[in-house]
């Protein structure tokens, strides 16, 4: 069973530098990671990255790598001089199994890798009009792309908490899951179609919990987290 003390990830989903800064300092300590994504790092870049890493926290850096295998084996090279590198990376397991062996060969267990499996934001009917098989739900085609990530060498998949159990059932306990969606009771859905309480994913089989807006755009965020890590039982 994979083992995280402390499974909250707080998204810095802004632009603004000196905010994410300051909620990624407030909140060591209370959470597990902090995430940047695309909206910050296109902000910032590597400056922006290590300004937040100096807070203290491990990063997920949520990129989302989706390109020909050799196009994103660069890419990870280049973000593998980044000083702290990420504690977690994410490219799409939808690039196929060429791209995510090049994924992993590139990171070279330096950091743990990860393939976006479904995305929380699309339903069934959203898969359908992609273009994915109509005889299978979100919980089949996230369980079968987590699968090829396992046989990838990918150490695990960004999920929705629907799907945890199967994935967890297919690949092992000891193959990570990082369950956005998260939303504490009574929270707003938002722009969020697949959520799931904390206590529900974690016991669904979540490893880390992508926590955003209930913290971020809490009064004190810091509290929020708190309260959180009190209901999961792990303050």
Same mark, same amino acid.
């Not at 890493?53 to 790598?65: C, E, H, Q, T, V």
């Not at 590198?85 to 950091?111: E, F, K, Y």
């Given at each position: 069973m994979t083992t995280i003390s402390n499974p909250i990830c707080v998204p810095l989903d802004t632009p603004d530098l $000196?905010?994410? %800064?300051?909620?990624?300092?407030?909140? /060591?300590?209370?959470?597990?990671? %902090?995430k940047i994504g695309l909206e910050f790092f296109y902000a910032h870049g590597a400056s922006g990255y290590e300004a937040v890493a100096r807070a203290g926290l491990p990063i997920f850096l949520d990129l989302k790598l989706h390109d020909?295998? /050799?196009t994103v084996a660069a890419g990870l090279a280049s973000l593998m001089r980044l000083d702290p590198v990420p504690s977690i990376i994410n490219v799409h397991t939808t690039g196929g199994p060429a791209m995510l062996r090049a994924a992993a060969d590139a990171v070279a267990d330096r950091v743990r890798l990860i393939g976006v499996t479904i995305l929380t $934001?699309? $339903?069934?009917?959203?898969? +359908?009009? +992609?273009?994915?098989?109509?005889?299978?739900g979100t919980a089949e085609h996230a369980t079968g792309l987590a699968r090829l990530a396992r046989e990838c060498g990918l150490a695990g998949v960004v999920c929705s908490a629907h799907d945890t159990a199967g994935i967890k059932q297919a690949c092992g306990a000891d193959?990570?899951?990082?369950? =956005?969606?998260?939303?504490?009771?009574? $929270?707003?859905?938002?722009?969020?179609?697949?959520?799931?309480? =904390?206590?529900? +994913?974690?016991? +669904?089989g979540a490893?880390?919990?992508v926590i955003g807006r209930p913290i971020t755009q809490a009064d004190d965020p810091v509290v929020a987290a708190v309260a959180i890590l009190e209901e999961l039982g792990a303050a």
């Amino acid at each position: 069973m994979t083992t995280i003390s402390n499974p909250i990830c707080v998204p810095l989903d802004t632009p603004d530098l $000196s905010r994410a %800064v300051e909620l990624a300092a407030a909140l /060591n300590g209370h959470v597990g990671y %902090v995430k940047i994504g695309l909206e910050f790092f296109y902000a910032h870049g590597a400056s922006g990255y290590e300004a937040v890493a100096r807070a203290g926290l491990p990063i997920f850096l949520d990129l989302k790598l989706h390109d020909i295998p /050799n196009t994103v084996a660069a890419g990870l090279a280049s973000l593998m001089r980044l000083d702290p590198v990420p504690s977690i990376i994410n490219v799409h397991t939808t690039g196929g199994p060429a791209m995510l062996r090049a994924a992993a060969d590139a990171v070279a267990d330096r950091v743990r890798l990860i393939g976006v499996t479904i995305l929380t $934001s699309l $339903s069934d009917a959203d898969l +359908a009009a +992609a273009g994915f098989a109509p005889d299978k739900g979100t919980a089949e085609h996230a369980t079968g792309l987590a699968r090829l990530a396992r046989e990838c060498g990918l150490a695990g998949v960004v999920c929705s908490a629907h799907d945890t159990a199967g994935i967890k059932q297919a690949c092992g306990a000891d193959f990570l899951t990082v369950v =956005p969606g998260i939303r504490p009771a009574g $929270s707003a859905i938002q722009d969020q179609k697949r959520i799931a309480t =904390p206590r529900a +994913a974690c016991d +669904a089989g979540a490893d880390i919990l992508v926590i955003g807006r209930p913290i971020t755009q809490a009064d004190d965020p810091v509290v929020a987290a708190v309260a959180i890590l009190e209901e999961l039982g792990a303050a």
